[in-house]
């Protein structure tokens, strides 16, 4: 690993900066949320006596029987999911799927969902996965889930009811733009094989990246990538798109490496939390893989945290354009604390903030280049057609890279990052 990732927090303990709702990244946080006695001594006994009162009511008065640890699972969890879309108490199976997740691989129809304006919204759709194929965007509102609407109040009961055995299908129901109906999609739950980076040459000297989402092996496989299109074009590279559209996000530090990749120095992102582990400030190392090429970043509104961490940090480092449109203002950080029986409390414990001190939490990063949406842009091409001719967006970097001059000199005393 790289020296930056030795963050000033718990060794054990794991940041989730975006916040992939069906699954990201993780690690085990240590120790225990806090002593019994001081637990008990600062509940107010009059909110314990009513909550007490109100367990027994359901107990003895709800239509169908419930036990003691039901009713309080029910309790925890709607006590942590009413903090804010990204905090859920997370029961064993729940916390498996994260854990598989933090290496690329988990089992659903890959979305990354938020809870905005008491709707269910697709941040992104996973690349290649089946609710990708089957056409789902970023923006949709899911409205039900085989038929039955979908709870707003929680994003977990949502996210649960998508999930199941593999091979097995759920249909959901999309509302679109001005759409008065639902349009229903059937997806086939299936493991996903998240590759996080794909690479390839646009034209003799010009690379093209994209990163669908940050997973614990982004920052190795990017640079594996960009090592492959420098033996490729048999010289450096004169110029790279970045692509972090419909990006929902995922692990903070992969994050923080792929910025890292092309920064010589400087701040890439600070967290400003409660607690010590919460506040700290990563910084980039020497070396950049380009050696100081530009790069245009493509960015809209599914690039969501982790994604927006690399394009804030690339841009007030002015290190790279951004081009596209205002990116989706995700800036909390997430930390999975592990509890006893195989759960966990993923817990929103801090704000990040992009290297000129900015928070973009609900508001987003504005792109250098705007590109407005084409309303008469012309049918998509099939997506084995070539990538500059089914691209505008693609096209519009690549001419923009053409007048970026180098962000430095080249230098044969820098070493770049590979």
């Known amino acids: 690993m790289l020296p930056f990732l030795m963050i000033k927090k718990s060794s054990n303990a794991l940041l989730l900066a975006l916040g992939l709702a069906i699954g990201l990244s993780l690690g085990l946080a240590h120790g225990v949320l806090a002593d019994k006695a001081a637990l008990g001594a600062d509940l107010p006994w009059q909110d314990a006596h009513m909550l007490a009162a109100v367990l027994e009511r359901v107990k003895h008065d709800y239509v169908n029987p419930v036990d003691d640890h039901q009713l309080l699972q029910a309790a925890i969890r709607g006590m942590v999911a009413s903090l804010d879309p990204y905090s859920a108490y997370l029961d064993s199976d729940e916390y498996d799927e994260v854990k598989i997740s933090s290496s690329g691989r988990y089992s659903g129809v890959g979305l990354e969902l938020s809870i905005e304006d008491e709707q269910v919204v697709v941040i992104a759709p996973f690349d290649g996965s089946s609710a990708a194929l089957a056409g789902i965007l970023a923006g949709d509102v ?65 690379g093209y990246a994209r990163i669908s989402q940050f997973s614990e092996t982004t920052g190795d496989d990017l640079t594996a990538a960009l090592k492959d299109l420098r033996k490729h074009n048999g010289t450096p590279l004169k110029g790279l798109v970045l692509d972090l559209r419909d990006n929902p996000g995922g692990v903070l530090e992969a994050a923080v490496a792929v910025a890292d990749t092309f920064l010589e120095r400087g701040v890439i992102v600070t967290a400003k939390g409660r607690t ?89 990063i504005a792109p250098d280049i705007e590109l407005a949406r084409d309303p008469n842009a012309a049918p998509a091409l099939p997506t084995n057609a070539p990538l500059l001719e089914r691209d505008a967006e693609v096209r519009r970097a690549l001419e923009e890279l053409k007048i970026s001059p180098m962000t430095r000199p080249h230098a044969a005393t820098t070493a770049a990052k590979l």
């Open 142 to 206: 899911i409205v039900t889930i085989d038929g039955v609407p979908v709870n707003t109040s929680t994003l977990a009961d949502t996210i649960g009811r998508m999930r199941g055995e593999e091979g097995t299908t759920v249909k959901i129901g999309i509302m679109r733009g001005d759409n008065p109906e639902p349009m229903l999609f059937t997806l086939k739950r299936a493991r996903v094989e998240l590759h996080s980076v794909r690479a390839q040459m646009l034209e003799p000297g010009y």
């Open 276 to 364: 010590p582990d919460s506040k700290f400030e990563m910084d980039a190392t020497p070396g950049d893989a380009l050696n100081g090429a530009p790069i245009i970043v493509l960015v809209n509104g599914g690039s969501a945290s982790a994604a927006e961490i690399v394009a804030g940090a690339l841009k007030d480092q002015h290190r790279a354009k951004l081009m596209g449109r205002t990116t989706f203002g995700k800036g909390s950080v997430q930390t999975i604390i592990p509890l006893s029986d195989d759960r966990a409390v993923k817990l929103t414990t801090s704000l990040y903030y992009t290297p000129s001190g900015v928070s973009i939490n609900h508001r987003g």
